[in-house]
């Protein structure tokens, strides 16, 4: 395998010079249906719509990660990565390297705390967004989906004998039809599942 690519926490990651497909199945939870469920609803407000989606999407890996917190340690994920990908926590301050369970729990952490706070995710029903909401909406997309890259790169398997991967699967193909259908996520960031996310979209004609 080639050097890996390091990446910092907000930005774009760099091509990566090899690639080994993940493993993974195809097994779902009746997700035919996933395609046409991410669609906003007419009448419904965007900015509501991703709201709601934002939550439930954060509930569906926040279960995938607590379900994996004996096979993900420090000792057999001393780095946060996906293959040859490596990410870099960014705190706001400073960017520091992290073993895979410090980085997925500060990923879900702060995320919980951005659904927390009602400046950018309104608890009443039509109450303004900030004009920056889809900018925070993006980097939550973008943080959650390196958690998805470190099961399906790492623990795919674990999720196998935990009978959890039809879970993951049907949580992930809606992660990606709604980062898709609002265009949430650049295709360079999406890198380390490619093969994935492609024969995701060749099973469903998009």
Not at 19 to 26: D, R, V, Y
Not at 80 to 86: H, R, V
Not at 102 to 119: A, P, R
Request: glycine fraction near 4%; proline fraction near 4%.
């Amino acid at each position: 395998m080639s050097e890996a690519t390091v990446i910092d926490a907000d930005s774009s990651p760099a091509e990566m010079t090899e690639f080994e497909p993940c493993h993974f199945t195809t097994g779902t939870l009746g997700s035919g249906y996933l395609l046409e469920a991410v669609k906003q609803p007419e009448g419904e407000s965007l900015n509501e719509w991703v709201a709601l989606n934002v939550n439930d999407i954060f509930k569906h890996i926040n279960k995938a990660c607590g379900t994996l917190t004996k096979y993900c340690t420090v000792e057999k994920c001393p780095v946060m990565s996906a293959g040859a990908t490596l990410y870099n926590w960014h705190d706001g301050k400073s960017v520091c390297e992290v073993s895979a369970p410090q980085y997925m729990d500060s990923v879900l952490t702060w995320v919980q705390c951005q659904l927390d706070d009602d400046n950018t995710f309104p608890s009443e029903l039509h109450q303004e967004f900030p004009a920056h909401f889809m900018d925070v909406v993006k980097l939550i997309m973008q943080r959650l989906f390196r958690l998805y890259a470190h099961i399906y790169h790492h623990h795919f398997s674990d999720m196998q004998t935990l009978n959890a991967e039809a879970h993951l699967n049907t949580a992930f193909k809606y992660f990606i039809y709604f980062s898709r259908e609002f265009s949430l996520l650049c295709d360079p960031e999406l890198a380390p599942l490619t093969e994935l996310i492609t024969c995701i979209f060749a099973k469903n004609g998009r």
